[in-house]
């Protein structure tokens, strides 16, 4: 085993996403002179799940004017820019975290996320060296002349995942932090003392000792292990398509608990959205979030049997699109067929263009195209569907939650339910996409690992998917990559300057 002890650290960062290299700056930021990350992939698949991410950041404003330091000149690319941003406060945002988790976030690490998120995205800017950009594509629908916006989901990384992740690596090297990549974190060591004191690493030339004060875990969750995922969140997900790096095996877990650490959260859960089922077993790298199918808001979702499975309308897509794709993984063959009509087609978001839909002149054709193991029942669910639904009365609004029940449907849709009734038709197949996983480490509200014991191991920090507690079930958009930046950031400037 190669020793580099004379090549010591004050921060060694594992992993290379979002989160890591948040901790990786902040902590150059805040005076730690030798800062290295440890990046397991090679350099072309370098980044994590950054890479395959939307880019958008979910965080609280007062008045949507303060969104304008992030995008400045904003109005003079688009009129009216600010008519159709609500405030979302830092009470809005925490509310919808108790919601959608029903109410069993963390209350300190939430509390802490949502305080520090709108100061954390402008710090991504600022030191991070993030450009910024309206997420029209994803989060606005224009009515009239205004576009309406999603709260809270305003601002996105410039090029999306894949211009965050640029951004990161851009800054890490303006600062002097060294990055090596292939080279995979493999054990903790601890000194005498209880405290960390560095990493052994494996690389093209064997395993390899590096020394340093602090260390930071940022390398994501185990949502690319398969048998991690069986085992902990069930054979269902256990055989996802994952829509993420291949990279995500669990290490940083596995040699955090190895050392005694606390695992934390919800180890059954994960963000599984729905993704096109045309995709193979990993999402294209090339392809980023394109895999995802969130439209069905203003669909019909049936599985093989020809059967609705969940309220389609029970809340905007972004804030159900998580806790659906693993519902799809449930349903018979890991499948479901999203079916629109000519009303709604032209509000699909953009990335459903990376799949040709199955089209048809009636609803009969339709269902005969497509795989139900029971066509019949699944021409029977749309026309009992169609029976139930109704019409608006005042015109259709897709940028509210406007009650349009269907009525008399065992499992009816509470939202958007518009008849299905305007030639062409067309269907889209989706399944669930694993995107990370919810279960990993406690940490307190400087990011420190804690142990079993109840005291945080000194000199281990965490940030990104390893921190466990925030997410149950359910996860609005957006709130990964502020999470990821947020705690990355303490994490960083605590290793950088603890004793």
Same mark, same amino acid.
């Given at each position: 085993?190669?020793?580099?002890? *004379?090549?010591?650290?004050?921060?060694?960062?594992?992993?290379?996403?979002?989160?890591? &290299?948040?901790?990786a700056?902040?902590?150059?930021?805040?005076?730690?002179?030798?800062?290295?990350?440890?990046?397991?992939?090679?350099?072309?698949?370098?980044?994590? +799940?950054?890479?395959?991410?939307?880019?958008?950041? =979910?965080?609280?404003?007062?008045?949507?004017?303060?969104?304008?330091?992030? /995008?400045?000149?904003?109005? +003079?690319?688009y009129?009216n820019?600010?008519?159709?941003?609500?405030?979302?406060?830092?009470?809005?945002f925490?509310?919808?975290?108790?919601?959608?988790?029903?109410?069993?976030?963390?209350?300190?690490?939430?509390?802490?996320?949502?305080?520090?998120?709108?100061?954390?995205?402008?710090?991504?800017?600022?030191?991070?060296?993030?450009?910024?950009?309206?997420?029209?594509?994803?989060?606005?629908?224009?009515?009239?002349?205004?576009?309406?916006? *999603? %709260?809270?989901?305003?601002?996105?990384?410039?090029?999306?995942?894949?211009? &965050?992740?640029?951004?990161?690596?851009?800054?890490?090297?303006?600062?002097?932090?060294?990055?090596?990549?292939?080279?995979?974190?493999?054990?903790? /060591?601890?000194?005498?003392?209880?405290? $960390?004191?560095?990493?052994?690493?494996?690389?093209?030339?064997?395993?390899?000792?590096?020394?340093?004060?602090?260390?930071?875990?940022?390398?994501?969750?185990?949502?690319? +292990?398969?048998?991690?995922?069986?085992?902990?969140?069930?054979?269902?997900?256990?055989? @996802?398509?994952?829509?993420?790096?291949?990279?995500?095996?669990?290490?940083?877990?596995?040699?955090?608990?190895? $050392?005694?650490?606390?695992?934390?959260?919800?180890?059954?859960?994960?963000?599984?959205?729905? $993704?096109?089922?045309?995709?193979?077993? !990993?999402?294209p %790298?090339?392809?980023?979030?394109?895999?995802?199918?969130l439209?069905?808001v203003? @669909?019909?979702? /049936?599985? =093989?049997?020809?059967?609705?499975?969940?309220?389609?309308?029970?809340d905007?897509?972004? !804030?159900?699109?998580?806790?659906f794709?693993r519902?799809? /993984?449930?349903e018979?063959?890991?499948?479901?067929?999203?079916?629109?009509?000519?009303?709604?087609?032209?509000? &699909?978001?953009?990335?459903?263009? #990376?799949?040709k839909?199955?089209?048809?002149? #009636?609803?009969?054709?339709?269902?005969d195209?497509l795989?139900?193991?029971?066509?019949?029942?699944?021409?029977?669910? &749309?026309?009992?569907?169609?029976? *139930?639904?109704r019409?608006?009365?005042d015109?259709?609004?897709?940028?509210?939650?406007?009650?349009?029940?269907?009525?008399?449907?065992?499992?009816?849709?509470?939202?958007?339910?518009?008849?299905?009734?305007?030639?062409?038709?067309?269907?889209?197949?989706?399944?669930?996409?694993?995107?990370?996983?919810?279960?990993?480490?406690k940490?307190?509200?400087?990011?420190?690992?804690?142990?079993?014991?109840?005291?945080?191991?000194?000199?281990?920090?965490?940030?990104?998917?390893?921190?466990?507690?925030? !997410?149950?079930?359910?996860?609005?958009?957006?709130?990964?990559?502020?999470?990821? *930046?947020?705690?990355?950031? $303490?994490?960083?400037? +605590?290793?950088?300057?603890?004793?």
């Amino acid at each position: 085993m190669k020793d580099e002890k *004379a090549k010591a650290y004050d921060v060694i960062v594992v992993g290379a996403g979002n989160a890591a &290299l948040a901790a990786a700056v902040s902590a150059k930021e805040n005076g730690a002179e030798r800062v290295v990350v440890l990046e397991k992939a090679p350099r072309d698949m370098r980044g994590g +799940n950054t890479h395959w991410s939307g880019g958008v950041l =979910r965080f609280a404003y007062d008045d949507p004017r303060e969104i304008g330091d992030l /995008l400045p000149g904003i109005e +003079n690319e688009y009129d009216n820019f600010y008519d159709g941003i609500s405030p979302y406060t830092k009470d809005d945002f925490h509310g919808d975290l108790m919601r959608v988790t029903s109410g069993r976030t963390d209350p300190v690490l939430s509390k802490l996320l949502v305080a520090n998120s709108q100061e954390t995205v402008k710090w991504m800017k600022n030191t991070g060296g993030v450009k910024m950009e309206p997420a029209i594509s994803l989060s606005a629908v224009k009515k009239g002349n205004v576009m309406v916006w *999603a %709260r809270g989901l305003v601002v996105r990384a410039e090029h999306e995942g894949v211009g &965050l992740s640029r951004s990161w690596f851009a800054t890490a090297e303006r600062l002097g932090i060294e990055v090596r990549y292939g080279s995979a974190a493999v054990e903790l /060591l601890v000194g005498e003392d209880g405290r $960390i004191s560095g990493v052994k690493v494996k690389d093209d030339e064997g395993i390899s000792t590096l020394n340093a004060r602090a260390v930071v875990l940022g390398c994501g969750g185990f949502e690319a +292990n398969v048998q991690m995922r069986t085992q902990h969140i069930g054979p269902l997900v256990g055989a @996802a398509k994952v829509r993420g790096t291949p990279h995500n095996q669990g290490d940083g877990l596995r040699m955090a608990m190895n $050392i005694g650490a606390m695992p934390w959260g919800q180890w059954s859960g994960c963000h599984a959205t729905p $993704i096109s089922a045309d995709w193979g077993d !990993f999402a294209p %790298r090339e392809m980023t979030d394109r895999s995802n199918r969130l439209s069905y808001v203003y @669909a019909v979702m /049936l599985n =093989r049997k020809g059967l609705r499975f969940v309220d389609e309308g029970e809340d905007g897509a972004l !804030f159900t699109y998580a806790k659906f794709g693993r519902a799809i /993984l449930a349903e018979p063959g890991a499948k479901a067929w999203q079916i629109f009509d000519s009303k709604v087609v032209h509000l &699909l978001e953009p990335r459903y263009q #990376t799949s040709k839909p199955i089209v048809a002149d #009636t609803l009969e054709d339709l269902v005969d195209q497509l795989d139900f193991d029971n066509k019949v029942q699944a021409l029977k669910t &749309l026309r009992e569907y169609n029976a *139930a639904a109704r019409a608006p009365e005042d015109g259709y609004d897709p940028t509210v939650k406007d009650g349009l029940s269907t009525q008399g449907l065992a499992l009816e849709k509470t939202n958007w339910g518009l008849r299905i009734d305007k030639a062409p038709y067309y269907a889209y197949s989706a399944t669930g996409g694993i995107t990370f996983t919810f279960g990993g480490l406690k940490v307190n509200e400087n990011a420190q690992v804690v142990g079993t014991d109840w005291r945080p191991i000194k000199g281990l920090f965490c940030c990104g998917e390893m921190v466990g507690g925030l !997410f149950y079930d359910n996860y609005p958009a957006g709130t990964g990559l502020v999470s990821g *930046a947020t705690f990355g950031r $303490i994490a960083g400037r +605590n290793a950088a300057t603890m004793n």
